[in-house]
């Protein structure tokens, strides 16, 4: 069943690696195919990731797209112990990541790493039903 996503005007997308903008108006498309792919709204940029947590998912963003991750799960792994030894608070949740990564689940790592930007954010209070790991 393809997946249809719904682009704003000017929008990226990554696909496989290729990075794509949207023209003036908003656009329709369905993947029909399995990729990998992200919206622009998912991506933190080398400029934006002046946090640890925005680097984890800096990491887990390029760990997702890589034809092989390997070198970038070696370099999550130093920089979640290091974030856990910083904030403490963030074990729970950076555990929870860590098993998604073990797992070969890379979008669901995204998907948690992007809920320990928000609570870095919001002054470390641990996200609902997060904490556990999968």
Not at 32 to 56: G, H, M, P
Not at 88 to 95: I, L, R
Request: charge should be negative.
């Amino acid at each position: 069943m393809p997946l249809r996503l719904e682009l704003k005007p000017y929008e990226r997308l990554i696909i496989n690696g290729a990075l794509l903008r949207n023209g003036d108006r908003r656009s329709t498309f369905l993947i029909e195919t399995q990729c990998k792919f992200l919206r622009e709204s998912e991506i933190i940029t080398e400029t934006e990731a002046d946090t640890a947590c925005k680097q984890l998912h800096l990491t887990l963003t390029v760990i997702y797209l890589a034809d092989d991750p390997a070198q970038g799960i070696d370099l999550f792994f130093r920089q979640a112990t290091d974030l856990i030894r910083v904030a403490p608070a963030a074990a729970p949740q950076v555990a929870a990541i860590a098993g998604a990564v073990e797992a070969g689940e890379f979008y669901k790592a995204l998907k948690l790493s992007r809920k320990l930007v928000e609570w870095e954010g919001a002054g470390a209070n641990p996200p609902d039903g997060d904490t556990a790991a999968p």
